[in-house]
């Protein structure tokens, strides 16, 4: 047996090299209780992952862990994307784990990150209880939704479902600038590349017969794609009682009609009866449209993307404000990265035409109004958090007042979304 594994050195990975990139991906889905990558796989993932950062612990000739990082794009609230490190693949196989390896990639690569100017980190946590220690906070949720359609109705006042349907046929090219368009303007939307929508483009052979991988587009009335749905299709029928199920992977429009038009198509399939969907905003606007809002059933409800703040300054920058107020905010960080002591002050005189409001951020040592963890700040910045839950928690260290307020200037109209696995 090797002696000091927790001093085994870390390495980078050359995804374009074959037989290192193999070995990297049978370590990583060995923790992830996968099978080792076929070829077909290693020629799909070597393109997907060539501009990503790949490390590696290895002992001996084995690899024992890895971490893969990449610059992606998140959206923050009232301001559009900022540019994050993305933090992905974090794995230790069983005969090393909890000795440290996953701290020391994770550090080197927030330091890393830090040093090249990203105010945030993201990733999506496997299990809760691991990254809040590195300052990480659940910063958007998602939840699941079981539809009966049987129930559906849409109320009369609901927008009016226009413009036409379509089944693609092709690549999904189109159903990717909608997504795109829509991921801009809400928090917690994250950038897909080419190589995501080839990865759905390859599921979704057979896209109008069968059963898997149907994409249908929306198109407004002048013929400009605004919404998409991909789904799938379960015949469960018992005997001649039709009971087939519809799974909504993906459902996104950038206007309510083609939302209602294209919520109306997939809970309308004859000889379906149920509608599900994953993944889905924990704000999401169809009850609202129908007539008996519990046709729809919502839940669990859990944290999807996480975010790491590493530029306290930057990262209260990056986004803007509804409410107005000045509060002191000490940001304690348990790796020492990004402590710092801010005046967040949001004066209404900086209001833009939109309603949101720049910030102005400066470093003080006045006596803070809140003492808060990394971790805390990360969960609060999208406005997916409550501040007084937080305080109540125990989890703020401030009045009840300075709480409220907190809460008031990082509320956000919509919830954080982020429906993309990465
Ligand atoms: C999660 C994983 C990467 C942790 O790697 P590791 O090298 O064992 O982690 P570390 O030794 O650096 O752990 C640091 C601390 O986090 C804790 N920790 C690590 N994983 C944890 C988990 N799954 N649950 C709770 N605590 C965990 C450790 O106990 C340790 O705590 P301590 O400092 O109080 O002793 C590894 O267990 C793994 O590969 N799991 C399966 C795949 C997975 O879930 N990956 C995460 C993808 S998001």
Known sequence: MSV?????????????????????????????????????????????????RLTAVRDGERVVATLRTFDSELTMPGAGPVNVDAVSTATVLATHRRRGLLTRMLRADLERARLAGHAFATLIAAEAPIYGRFGFGAATRATSL?????????????PAASGSLEFVTGALDEAALVHDAARRSRP??????AAFWEAANR???????????????????????????VYELRDESVGRVVTGTTTVLDLTAT??????ALWEFVTSIDLVRTTRAKDRPVDE??????????????????????????????????????????????????LGLADATVSLHVAPQRCGADGWVCAEITTTDATPDVVLGVGELSSLVLGGTSAVALHRAGRLDCSTADAFALQTLFATPEAPWCPTWF
Not at 255 to 260: E, F, H, M, Q
């Open 188 to 193: 917690g939307g994250l950038h897909r590349d």
């Open 255 to 260: 206007t309510p009609a083609a939302y209602r």
């Open 285 to 334: 606007l169809l009850p609202h449209l129908l007539l008996d809002p519990r046709a729809v059933q919502t839940g669990p409800v859990d944290d999807f993307a996480w975010l790491r703040v590493l530029d306290v300054p930057g990262a209260l920058a990056a986004r803007r404000y509804l409410g107005c107020g000045t509060l002191v905010l000490k940001v304690v960080d348990p």
């Open 203 to 229: 599921r979704g052979a057979g896209r109008w017969i069968g059963t898997h991988g149907h994409a249908v587009l929306h198109r407004d009335e002048r013929g400009t794609a605004d919404g998409y749905v």
């Open 4 to 52: 000091l594994k927790e001093t085994l050195p870390l390495s980078s990975v050359d995804p374009g090299d074959r037989d290192a990139l193999r070995a990297w991906y049978t370590s990583s889905r060995a923790a992830f209780l996968e099978a080792a990558p076929t070829e077909a796989d290693l020629d799909e993932r070597s393109k997907a992952i060539a501009a990503h």
């Open 146 to 158: 079981a539809i009966d359609n049987t129930r559906v109705r849409f109320r009369d006042d609901a």
